[in-house]
């Protein structure tokens, strides 16, 4: 009696698949936090078993369908396709996902050490009471109210100060309610707007990349096994149903996938840095200046004339250089009218 072989879990095979696929990301940091993602994710839940949770069966099913969502990102990422290249771009440098909360965490909760950081709830989910923004939160708050180029990255509008309930219409009595109300809906706010700012290494290196002085190569890729098709042409599904289609544009109906150049990439890591802080505090007054990225001037497409030059080009001949009134007016000759004869 033979004893039927070992099978690998579904679940491992998606596991490596996910390291496999972040260890190809154009992106330096992207390809570093991913592969720390995935591996914290699956570390996340290994513990024991508990019922009606995500570590029970039925929150299998839906952390494995997170994990197959994952994985198709970053493989169409690593495809070419814009928008999921962009939003691992911005999942890694902590724009929006889970890493935004966790350098978001030092704002909101005092004396966090980072070996203690909770997988889930990283943010405190309700509003404290009385909670007020500590300077270095409300500055950057300010500062991030004000950088109208955020609207490139599809931001949420962040509120400096915290909304004013109604007043009543009698004596303009508001109540502790209302006023508790309102700060947990400014929390909420700022929870969802908030951007951090990441590390400066991480900064410099984002910044070298979409300047241009960072140098940057592709990860090679394993060659994928050529699936030699040896089934005979005249076999019994084409024979029932006949020949099938070739390639169509179906798989293109939501973008296509590009060769990933320095070119292509160099406008997302434009909108990310335009979208990243950096916060510095004065030692004298005690007071935080926030910094935003800006990415490198281009040159202009066509070149400056000069003014000199211009005046003796036949271009501009007849035309006065302080006023730029015509010297010879143009005098169309008039039409002759054809009288008919009588």
Same mark, same amino acid.
């Given at each position: 009696?033979? *004893?039927?072989?070992?099978q690998?879990?579904?679940?491992?095979h998606?596991?490596? +698949?996910?390291?496999?696929?972040?260890?190809?990301?154009?992106?330096?940091?992207?390809?570093q936090?991913?592969?720390s993602?995935?591996?914290?994710s699956?570390?996340?839940?290994?513990?024991r078993?508990?019922?009606?949770?995500?570590?029970?069966?039925?929150?299998?099913?839906?952390?494995?369908?997170?994990?197959?969502?994952?994985?198709s &990102?970053?493989?169409?990422?690593? #495809?070419?396709?814009?928008?999921?290249l962009?939003?691992?771009?911005?999942?890694?440098?902590g724009?929006?996902?889970?890493?935004?909360?966790? !350098?978001?965490?030092?704002?909101?909760?005092?004396?966090?050490?980072?070996?203690? *950081?909770?997988?889930?709830?990283?943010l405190p989910?309700?509003?404290?009471?009385?909670?007020e923004p500590i300077?270095?939160?409300?500055? !950057?708050?300010?500062?991030?109210?004000?950088?109208?180029?955020l609207?490139?990255?599809?931001? %949420?509008?962040a509120?400096?100060?915290?909304?004013?309930?109604?007043k009543s219409?009698?004596?303009?009595?508001?109540?502790?309610?209302?006023?508790?109300?309102?700060?947990?809906?400014?929390?909420? &706010?700022v &929870?969802k707007?908030f951007?951090?700012?990441?590390?400066?290494?991480?900064?410099?290196?984002?910044?070298g990349?979409a300047?241009?002085?960072?140098?940057?190569? !592709?990860p090679?890729?394993?060659?994928r096994l050529?699936?030699?098709?040896?089934r005979?042409?005249l076999?019994?599904?084409?024979?029932?149903?006949?020949?099938?289609? #070739?390639h %169509?544009?179906?798989?293109?109906?939501?973008?296509?996938?590009?060769?990933?150049t320095r070119? !292509?990439?160099?406008?997302m890591w434009?909108r &990310?840095?335009l979208?990243?802080?950096?916060?510095?505090?004065?030692?004298?007054?005690k007071?935080?200046?926030?910094?935003?990225?800006?990415? +490198?001037?281009?040159?202009?497409?066509?070149?400056?004339l000069?003014?000199? *030059?211009?005046?003796?080009?036949?271009?501009?001949?007849?035309?006065d250089?302080? @006023?730029?009134?015509?010297? %010879?007016?143009? @005098?169309?000759?008039?039409?002759?009218t054809?009288?008919?004869?009588?």
């Amino acid at each position: 009696m033979s *004893l039927s072989p070992v099978q690998t879990p579904h679940w491992r095979h998606v596991y490596r +698949a996910l390291l496999r696929e972040s260890s190809y990301l154009p992106d330096p940091i992207a390809r570093q936090y991913m592969s720390s993602h995935v591996r914290e994710s699956y570390r996340g839940y290994q513990p024991r078993v508990i019922p009606n949770s995500y570590r029970g069966p039925n929150g299998q099913f839906y952390l494995e369908r997170r994990a197959r969502k994952l994985l198709s &990102i970053l493989s169409r990422a690593n #495809d070419g396709y814009l928008k999921p290249l962009e939003r691992v771009l911005m999942l890694s440098y902590g724009r929006i996902g889970r890493r935004r909360h966790v !350098l978001a965490r030092p704002f909101f909760v005092s004396n966090s050490a980072a070996d203690k *950081l909770p997988f889930r709830f990283i943010l405190p989910p309700t509003c404290p009471p009385s909670w007020e923004p500590i300077p270095s939160l409300a500055a !950057l708050l300010k500062s991030q109210m004000e950088n109208r180029q955020l609207s490139s990255i599809d931001a %949420t509008p962040a509120i400096h100060e915290i909304p004013q309930p109604k007043k009543s219409i009698w004596d303009g009595y508001v109540s502790k309610r209302k006023v508790q109300k309102a700060t947990e809906k400014w929390y909420d &706010i700022v &929870i969802k707007s908030f951007l951090p700012p990441i590390p400066d290494q991480e900064w410099n290196t984002l910044h070298g990349l979409a300047v241009g002085k960072e140098p940057w190569s !592709l990860p090679k890729r394993r060659k994928r096994l050529d699936a030699n098709d040896t089934r005979s042409a005249l076999d019994a599904e084409f024979l029932v149903f006949g020949p099938q289609k #070739d390639h %169509t544009f179906e798989a293109y109906a939501r973008g296509r996938p590009h060769k990933i150049t320095r070119k !292509l990439i160099t406008p997302m890591w434009d909108r &990310i840095l335009l979208a990243t802080p950096r916060m510095t505090q004065d030692p004298e007054t005690k007071s935080w200046i926030v910094r935003w990225g800006k990415p +490198a001037k281009k040159p202009p497409i066509f070149p400056a004339l000069d003014p000199e *030059l211009a005046i003796n080009s036949s271009l501009f001949a007849g035309v006065d250089s302080t @006023t730029g009134a015509l010297l %010879t007016p143009k @005098t169309t000759p008039r039409r002759k009218t054809m009288v008919p004869a009588s």
